[in-house]
């Protein structure tokens, strides 16, 4: 996983594969570090974006 140059609310690095939550209960998967400017956007939106896994080790937080 390659980090992205980002950091979440707290202060966590985000790479890519990352699972992140936002304040109104969506989740987001970080796909690849091309993301970087849709990411930072959402962050700035949404200040609450935090890394709450990733989809090797976490996959179930994806299911519908």
């Known amino acids: 996983m390659q980090f992205t140059g980002?950091?979440?609310k707290n202060g966590k690095e985000i790479y890519e594969g990352d699972i992140c939550s936002l304040k109104d209960g969506l989740k987001w998967k970080i796909?690849?570090?091309?993301e970087n400017y849709?990411?930072?956007e959402m962050m700035a939106a949404n200040e609450t974006f935090?890394?709450?896994?990733?989809?090797?080790?976490?996959?179930?937080?994806?299911e519908v």
């Open 31 to 34: 796909n690849s570090i091309e």
């Open 50 to 62: 935090e890394v709450i896994g990733n989809i090797y080790e976490n996959p179930d937080l994806l």
């Open 6 to 8: 980002l950091l979440d």
């Open 38 to 40: 849709q990411v930072r």
